[in-house]
């Protein structure tokens, strides 16, 4: 059971880029996420995926979009990077027999040049 | 709306010191809560949680109450460890499939 999983652990793109930040989760859960974490800010939701086959936007959703290829799966694409997304990104998932509890994969620090 | 306020840091406090993290929250309806910790270099871990009124969620020693007369969820531990040394959240939730609001995170330094 290895939780909730992210590739890759580390990036670097030059502006304009494109990239896609894989999510998976092995828990049976409904509900995925994904934030962004910045100094001083905390975490932002950017999306999520309440089931397998929503998705809505969060806080923070502009120059972003997602993918819930399946229930297992939720995916986040920069389509042309800026220095702006320059962050942390963490995926989390919940919902297991009712329990709102989230639980966050191991992050994906992005650099964009 | 919804929202999470919690005290700024860093905090930095002598191993065995007492801690206090002070946590307010703004909502509609009756909201869960949590506190989470992160590790260097690792992602948010639940610490501990309640999911109503006068609820006390504990875990490793730590405690917090939910106080829906003061819509607060303090963070507490009476002697904390160098292991402590980490940033703490407190998020709220509406409920399972909603999203999750996090305060901005305290960052707890207990040197030895």
């Known amino acids: 059971n290895a939780g909730v999983t992210q590739t890759p652990k580390f990036q670097v793109l030059k502006t304009g880029q494109s990239m896609t930040l894989q999510c998976a989760q092995d828990?049976?859960?409904?509900?995925m996420y994904w934030y962004r974490q910045d100094p001083g800010m905390g975490l932002r939701l950017i999306y999520y995926?309440?089931?397998?086959?929503?998705?809505d936007k969060g806080e923070v959703p502009n120059g972003y979009n997602v993918s819930r290829l399946n229930k297992r799966e939720f995916s986040l694409r920069l389509e042309s990077a800026a220095p702006s997304q320059t962050s942390v990104y963490f995926c989390?998932?919940?919902?297991?027999?009712?329990?709102?509890?989230?639980?966050f994969g191991p992050g994906t620090r992005l650099l964009v040049l | 709306g919804n929202s999470v306020t919690q005290m700024e840091g860093p905090v930095t406090l002598s191993e065995e010191a007492f801690l206090t993290i002070n946590c307010t929250y703004t909502?509609?309806?009756?909201?869960?809560l949590f506190w989470y910790v992160q590790y260097p270099g690792e992602g948010l871990q639940l610490l501990l949680k309640?999911?109503?009124?006068?609820d006390k969620g504990s875990n490793k020693g730590f405690e917090a109450t939910y106080r829906k007369e003061t819509t607060s969820f303090h963070l507490e531990k009476g002697s904390v460890q160098v292991s402590d040394s980490a940033v703490y959240f407190c998020?709220?939730?509406?409920?399972?499939?909603?999203?999750?609001?996090f305060g901005t995170g305290t960052s707890l330094t207990v040197i030895p």
């Open positions: 989390a998932s919940s919902g297991r027999q009712g329990s709102e509890t989230q639980y």
């Open positions: 828990m049976n859960h409904n509900s």
């Open positions: 995926s309440a089931s397998e086959g929503t998705t």
């Open positions: 998020a709220l939730t509406r409920g399972t499939g909603n999203q999750f609001y």
């Open positions: 309640a999911t109503k009124a006068d």
């Open positions: 909502a509609t309806g009756y909201p869960s």
